[in-house]
DNA sequence: CCTAAATTTGCCAATATTTGACAAGTCAAT
DNA sequence: ATTGACTTGTCAAATATTGGCAAATTTAGG
């Protein structure tokens, strides 16, 4: 599994001097599992991100990015049109990006 | 759900002046499966897009190009950092694919 | 070296999601 | 009203995901 995410919690609780132990504490985890978190062997909840931007004082969405980046990583990683695919579907989340926004400013 | 790969189909099935309930059965599925999967309220099984691609007499790749898509954008659509999160990732698939090429050629 | 703390590995049971099927429904053409 | 094509709703079985524990390994200090 492709691990942005991990990477980066690791580097921001080492530079918060933070042991997994404390983390996994305030986040109600179990140190095995934050530490299969960290290495990208288990994916956190969504829920789970937003409480580590907390704790880690960082970006939430930076957080989020990369955890989703990763899902998609993972779930495209062995297709070798992986990045066809992925240019296919930025496009059409791009598209109803579009769609979200045009139906906000009609109801403004 | 996103669902270019069932318009797809439904589009080739129609051209090739199929019925569900054939090629449903060509593919060892109940007909209302078949269906659900060209709505996109199922997702097909990657096996299934390649036998597909066969008897609708289609190019493959392109097939499980649109197929992954439609996974992308499902895995990724509620978020608001879905595009972004989609770059991060296009671009983790292209390192790894430049990996896998220097592998290859080290082992010509 | 010794050992104590930190992290990782392997595994399990509980839970949640996905799968394919069936029965019954709608809809259109006749 | 009957037939054929497709859709809807629901279910049980299979599969995947979850969080936790016990034990192993690695790391750091004396």
Redesign the pocket.
Known sequence: MANQFGEQIKKLREQGNL???QVASQL??????F??I??G???A?KE?VSRLAKILKTNEKELLTLWLADQLHNLAKDEDVAFKAMEVAGKSIKTQNQKRNETKSNRQ
């Not at 109600?28 to 599992?33: A, E, I, Q, R, V």
């Open positions: 042991l997994q132990r109600d985890l179990d140190t095995p599992l530490s299969k960290e290495r062997e288990r994916t909840k789970i």
